[in-house]
């Protein structure tokens, strides 16, 4: 008899950012198969519109499937706030966002009501999380500020670079004069520069990782479904797969960077064909 448990959990993400979020599961869950798909081709979904970012999002839905996959996380925080709406409509199987935990998490920290979120263009113009806040807390006061430069220069590798420093001074300095207590790191790239963010906003601030949250609430929800995978994968058979749709070497590199597990491959795919 199949056991619909056994079935691997579909991870997305425009590109490499979402490894923050597969890694958080791995952690959590360790018996868990993965299959995480990565649009490298298409990444940025950022400056995109809410149209094109559905597009691309459910034809990574109809990828994913392919492999049987019995839940789906929106690992991206831009395609969480534009296209999970449209896709839980959609879909037959349970799927979840990254942004409803996150926000959940921050509305629980603060303590004097006032939660910066940064994020992508997209992300922060959509008021996704200041929509999510509002429904658990009304009274909080929420500040948004896109940061369209920290992808690339984690990307780049600078997670520990003066130019990092001095960009994110500019960019967090108006969070850091609202005297907010909170601040959301709503980009699937920003943990990795967590201890710069840390650094500039000083301790008084909470940073808040939607990723953790994420997989814990994963977890909670395979558990309730019986969908939680109890016994450790066989040994020696795949239990994490990557595909992306462009830069497979590209890619394994940086997943190798932030993944302790040594991921030996990644395959290119042409989800335009899905
Ligand atoms: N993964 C995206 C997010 O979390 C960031 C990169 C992009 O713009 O596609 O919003």
New binding site residues.
């Given amino acids: 008899m199949i056991n619909i448990a056994d079935a691997p959990i579909g991870v997305f993400?425009?590109?490499v950012?979402?490894l923050t979020v597969a890694r958080e599961i791995m952690r959590q869950i360790p018996n868990e198969r993965i299959v995480y798909f990565g649009d490298t081709a298409r990444?940025?979904?950022?400056?995109k519109s809410r149209e094109t970012i559905t597009r691309f999002s459910k034809q990574i839905v109809r990828f994913l499937k392919t492999y049987d996959v019995k839940t789906i996380v929106v690992?991206?925080?831009?395609?969480?706030?534009y296209a999970l709406d449209t896709l839980e409509k959609e879909i037959d199987i349970p799927i979840i966002g990254?942004v409803k935990p996150g926000a959940k998490v921050a509305s629980d920290a603060t303590r004097n009501g006032k939660i910066g979120v940064i994020?992508?263009e997209?992300?922060i113009g959509s008021q996704i999380y200041t929509q999510y806040i509002k429904e658990i807390n009304p009274e909080a006061t929420i500040y948004g500020k896109a940061c369209p430069l920290f992808?690339p220069l984690v990307e780049e590798g600078l997670w520990q670079d003066p130019v990092t420093d001095e960009i994110a001074r500019r960019y967090l300095s108006e969070l850091i004069d609202i005297d907010i207590d909170t601040l959301i790191l709503?980009?699937?790239?920003y943990p990795l520069i967590h201890s710069t963010v840390a650094k500039i906003m000083g301790e008084g601030v909470t940073l808040v990782n939607p990723a953790y949250e994420t997989a814990r609430e994963l977890k909670e929800m395979l558990e309730k479904n019986n969908l939680l995978q109890t016994t450790p994968p066989a040994l020696g058979s795949n239990q994490y797969q990557f595909f992306v749709s462009d830069g497979a070497e590209k890619f394994k590199h940086f997943a190798n960077s932030i993944i302790q597990y040594g991921i030996l491959s990644a395959k290119t795919i042409n989800i335009e064909e899905y």
């Fill in positions: 993400d425009s590109g950012g979402g990444v940025p979904y950022g400056s690992a991206c925080n831009t395609a969480s706030a990254v994020g992508t997209a992300t992808c709503g980009c699937t790239h």
